[in-house]
């Protein structure tokens, strides 16, 4: 079912990108649109199969000369799962499921090899808005694992560290679009997402433990497991009490 047709008896309709990304979050609709509309586009397959994503991280690590290649893959991920996991986290929270597989969608790359936008073949169909770990398994099974993989062959990150990267993305999209009522508080409406170990079609969680919440001082402080290694890159601010590192938190 595409967008623009009704659900079986439930006479609801996929809204379209332009309404999904309004209002706070029209800016998505700058990092994902239809392939039709996104000039410059190239296969998102053939883009992580070919050599797209190591020629990528070469016109972007030239404007880190010197600087260790691991962190420059991790920061370039980091460009890459923001411009995928928050639109697609916003537009399931208005009950839109997009189509993100590998082998449907297109990629755009700005001149310092950065990712600019991503092209989707249709606008995505209806889809009732349910719990974190059911929203993120076809994420997962049909584009972040095969990413991940891809930036752990060709690029040298750990595993661990590229789904950290993409973790902190989905958290922030989902619980910024929470609308439940806050209970405590330490209220992180994305909690299930770290704290089990299955997603809800029984496949293991990547997702498992890469963020927690600690308590220092009596403030609550969101952190991630493993650092994305922003700290390598001159010029590169840090990211404060997310850090993983102690030493690292207050610069």
Known sequence: MTAGTTTQGAGAFAPGLKAIFSGEQAWCGEKMMLSSDLEDAIPLRDFLGGNGLRDALERYAAHHPAADRRAVASYWSLYYFSALNIPYVVARRAETRLPVSIDTMTIALAEDGLPRAFGLPDEGEWSEDGALL?????????????????????????????????????????????????????????????????????????????????????????????????????????CGELCALPELRKQ
């Open 134 to 238: 059911d929203v993120v398994a076809p994420l997962v099974e049909t584009h972040l694992a095969p990413v991940v993989n891809a930036l752990k062959e060709k690029a040298g990150i750990a595993a661990r560290l590229a789904w950290t990267n993409a973790a902190v993305y989905i958290d922030y999209a989902f619980n910024t679009t929470d609308r439940s009522q806050p209970e405590g508080d330490d209220h992180w409406p994305s909690r299930p997402l770290f704290a089990r170990q299955h997603l809800a079609d029984g496949s293991r969680n990547p997702f498992y433990g890469c963020l927690r919440h600690d308590v220092e001082a009596e403030a609550i402080h969101c952190r991630r497991k493993v650092c994305c290694l922003r700290y390598m890159l001159p010029g590169i601010p840090a």
